[in-house]
């Protein structure tokens, strides 16, 4: 699986956009680009995940680069429930099936 | 459905004992895994599998380490000779074959004294 890069920790307002970047340079054609976020003492959750067209749902959208080789995970109006630790992983859903984790981004909102 | 149940929540034992894990994931998923994460980690993949079948085992799984999924439903996952160092959270996830959406349970927080 393809690795990723993400910023250690960032900080966003209450209310404002949170917008967390995830590289994945090496990314291969049937890769796709998902998104887990862990509250502290919980287990990961499911966020979003996509391939190459831009996604929404109901908890954040995600925006692709055209050359795919970076995504941004959009919180649309972050919470003070949001601030967890964010992971991006690269994955293919045929052949491998485990998710690779890597340090992730500790997001933390702030009122 | 409540989501992948894992039981106990916490358990302390000493270095030197065996302890047994026990996971009930998502009644129609037929994927099921179990990770290990210690703190300030990300979860480390330890074993995963289809039905009853465990297809695949991360070098992280020593031979004091054995899961088992008999019936292709709840998983068991135990330690036998504990040390210090599997101290950590062990986490258990289900889905679907085909989806790549994997759903977390709590986990299960080991500590060894």
């Known amino acids: 699986d393809a690795k990723t890069t993400q910023p250690t920790s960032m900080d966003c307002a209450e209310g404002r956009a949170a917008n967390l970047p995830c590289n994945h340079s090496?990314?291969?054609?049937?890769?796709?680009v998902y998104w887990y976020r862990q509250i502290h003492s919980q287990g990961p959750q499911y966020i979003i995940h996509?391939?190459?067209n831009n996604e929404t749902n109901e908890m954040a959208s995600l925006i692709i680069t055209e050359d795919r080789k970076s995504s941004t995970l959009i919180l649309p109006h972050a919470t003070l429930r949001d601030t967890a630790v964010y992971y991006c992983?690269?994955?293919?859903?045929?052949?491998?099936?485990?998710?690779?984790f890597g340090q992730g981004t500790r997001l933390t909102i702030n009122p | 459905d409540t989501g992948v149940s894992q039981d106990p929540r916490h358990k302390i034992t000493k270095r030197g004992q065996n302890v047994t894990f026990r996971c009930d994931p998502i009644?129609?998923?037929?994927?099921l895994y179990w990770y290990r994460q210690t703190l300030g980690q990300g979860p480390e993949f330890l074993t995963y599998?289809?039905?009853?079948?465990?297809?695949?085992k991360s070098r992280l799984l020593s031979d004091r380490f054995s899961a088992e999924r008999p019936k292709g439903s709840f998983s068991t996952l135990e330690i036998q000779r504990t040390e210090q160092g599997d101290s950590a959270m062990y986490l258990c996830?289900?889905?679907?074959?085909?989806?790549?959406?994997?759903?977390f349970g709590q986990g299960t927080r080991l500590t060894v004294v």
């Open positions: 996830a289900s889905s679907l074959a085909g989806n790549g959406e994997a759903f």
């Open positions: 090496t990314i291969s054609g049937n890769e796709y």
């Open positions: 996509g391939l190459k």
């Open positions: 992983i690269v994955r293919a859903t045929q052949g491998a099936q485990k998710l690779v």
């Open positions: 009644s129609e998923h037929n994927r």
């Open positions: 599998f289809q039905n009853e079948a465990q297809l695949e």
